[in-house]
């Protein structure tokens, strides 16, 4: 992680035009290429940013970044007043709860589960940022990235897509679906995986106990 | 394009195609918008989720014709705050602009030519009883599922049933059975799956006693009724086997006045919180409802009833039992059970052709 503080000046060109004037900023270049320019406020929201993949270059005092769209973030650094850079490692994530975590352990002795066939590879398959729940393969053997939450929302459909782009990098397990599986998913995320081709499944955590839910049906 | 009109019709008209506009946009923006086209002075208005079509007519002061794609929300949020009276709407290029009283908005238009072409609507036509089949809707839709997980179970089944129509719908959890007899739309063993909410909308907008035209295709239904239409797409693959489900004979059967039992649910029902069941006691001297609530508090209603068979004590999810009870005509209603396992049946006194299927909840 590359942090600079520095008075600069941004100018973002892509769906529509976006101009910064001169402040003193945060400027948090990440290990994947993310770019984020931060004010000494509004929480967690960067100011303006250019998601990896992406090109940085650096010319004098102006940063240049492109995205594969065709967007452009440029940054003039006006004065810089410091410029340090930290190796943070793969973070390990959010820990599960214990019900996720027990979700997690019911899914990977019981692939199935999720679909006729399906077999378990490896839980807590690793990634360039991260492990994801688990990869399974279908009976076509196809490879199947399974992000388990208890409560599935849009952050956790972003973290699966955020998992497949570099999963999908690898050409020995490409093309690898994602599945989005959760005790209940709110209808946004329901969209937005489906929107990204993210099948979603809905899993009831008492019947994967073996627990008879008191709940009876009629068939 | 442009017309004027009451402000009242454009808000129905709008307001009416709305319903089927996707609020989730997705890959297609355009379908938040409702199409509108006038020719002469009809304005027809169509607003769809690929799924479910809903295309309303209506007679306006039409001046010049053509056709345009509004946002769906924002014109109807616009229509309905102008005041009433007179209200002019005038659209050229990618501007709408609607004026009543001293009031003017624009707005701009979503491209017209991407709005996806509707299919015409099957040929074969049936006529239906629409207050029957609005009433008959009423009873079924609450019981269908909602996740769609499921999809076979997000539909009503539309079955030929002797001379007439049966309606069925599921979430396994509770089953609604309604015939409507003499009413004669399929015939031997046909049947067709409807999506619940294309039928929600559908008995939403028919209006009073309307007859009610149905077109069924092999893919897809269109509901006319007055100056609405509305289309669905049929969900396919298999119902499941309901008819296995309905009990022959059930030796315990409970009397009781319908809108004492459901007044006295709704209260005990307080104390029924985090998915705790509504337990209903049962013994010839009567009923009683308790529910307990841990760390809560609990209640207990004790309701005048008519009962034959062993004293049993049965639990349930007191909102199916509630959405059974309100859809349950009449004024007397009967609960039929087994024991407290199997599945109760909940049937009118006085009108044979609804049964409602009702699991119970297991309870210590």
């Known amino acids: 992680m590359r942090l600079v503080i520095a008075k600069c000046t941004v100018d973002y060109d892509g769906r529509l035009t976006a101009h910064l004037p001169s402040a003193k900023r945060v400027i948090m270049v990440k290990a994947d290429g993310c770019v984020a320019i931060h004010a000494d406020g509004g929480a967690y929201k960067p100011l303006n940013w250019m998601n990896a993949p992406n090109r940085l270059s650096i010319e004098d005092d102006v940063w240049t970044v ?38 997690q352990e019911l899914l990977a002795a019981n692939p199935e589960v999720l679909g006729e066939g399906y077999r378990l590879v490896r839980r807590e398959f690793p990634t360039d940022i991260g492990p994801v729940d688990l990869l399974i393969r279908t009976p076509d053997g196809i490879a199947v990235a399974v992000e388990i939450k208890r409560r599935g929302e849009i952050d956790g459909v972003e973290q699966l897509t955020r998992y497949l782009d570099f999963l999908n990098r690898d050409p020995q397990l490409r093309p690898v679906r994602g599945m989005f599986v959760a005790q209940e998913i709110k209808p946004q ?22 627990i008879e839910s008191n709940e009876l049906r009629l068939f | 394009m442009k017309f004027r009109c009451e402000r009242a019709d454009l808000e129905k008209v709008l307001g009416t195609a709305g319903r089927a506009v996707t609020t989730r946009g997705g890959a297609l923006p355009v379908l938040a918008g409702i199409h509108l086209e006038l020719a002469g ?54 501007e709408a602009h609607i004026s009543a009283a001293r009031s003017e908005f624009s707005l701009r238009v979503i491209p017209a030519d991407e709005f996806p072409r509707m299919a015409e609507p ?47 719908s599921t979430d396994s959890y509770r089953l609604s059975v309604r015939d409507l007899p003499g009413t004669s739309v399929l015939t031997g063993d046909e049947s067709v799956l409807v999506p619940s909410r294309s039928l929600s909308e559908l008995s939403k907008v028919l209006d009073g006693d309307d007859a009610l035209t149905l077109r069924l295709g092999e893919r897809d239904a ?28 059930q030796p315990n059967k409970l009397v009781v006045n319908r809108a004492e039992l459901l007044e006295a649910v709704r209260r005990v029902r307080l104390l029924a919180q985090e998915a705790t069941p509504v337990r209903m006691m049962m013994k010839s001297g009567g009923l009683e409802l308790v529910a307990v609530t841990q760390d809560v508090g609990q209640a207990h209603e004790a309701i005048d ?5 062993e004293e049993l004590t049965v639990a349930f999810n007191p909102e199916y039992l509630l959405d059974g009870l309100e859809v349950t005509s009449g004024d007397e209603i009967s609960l039929e059970t087994v024991d407290a396992l199997k599945p109760a049946v909940l049937r009118s006194s006085d009108n044979p052709d609804f049964l409602y299927l009702l699991m119970p909840v297991r309870v210590s």
């Open chain 1, 66 to 103: 492109t995205s594969p769209k065709g967007e452009k973030l440029t940054i003039t650094i006006h004065e810089l007043y410091d410029d340090i850079s930290h190796e943070l490692g793969v973070d390990p994530g959010l820990q599960k709860d214990g019900v996720e975590a027990h979700l």
């Open chain 2, 122 to 168: 099957p040929e074969s036509a049936v006529q239906l009883d629409g207050a029957a089949f609005r009433d008959a809707l009423k009873q079924v839709v609450k019981a269908a599922s909602s996740d769609d997980s499921r999809p076979i179970l997000t539909g009503v089944l539309m079955a030929a049933e002797g001379d007439g129509l049966r309606l069925v």
């Open chain 2, 305 to 309: 009833a008519t009962y034959d068979g």
């Open chain 2, 41 to 94: 002075d009809q304005l027809q208005a169509t607003g769809t989720d690929l799924d479910l079509t809903i295309t309303v007519t209506a007679v306006v002061g039409g001046e010049e014709d053509g056709t345009a794609v509004l946002p769906s929300k924002l014109a109807n949020d616009i229509v309905r705050a102008v005041p009433p009276g007179k209200i002019e709407v005038t659209i050229e290029g990618d």
């Open chain 2, 222 to 249: 269109a509901f006319e009724s007055g100056d609405v239409r509305v289309s669905t797409r049929l969900i396919e693959g298999d119902f499941p086997n309901y008819r296995g489900l309905i009990p022959d004979s």
């Open chain 1, 189 to 210: 995320a329901k969209v937005l995986a489906t929107d990204r081709d993210i099948s979603w499944q809905v899993v009831d955590y008492d019947e994967l106990r073996g």
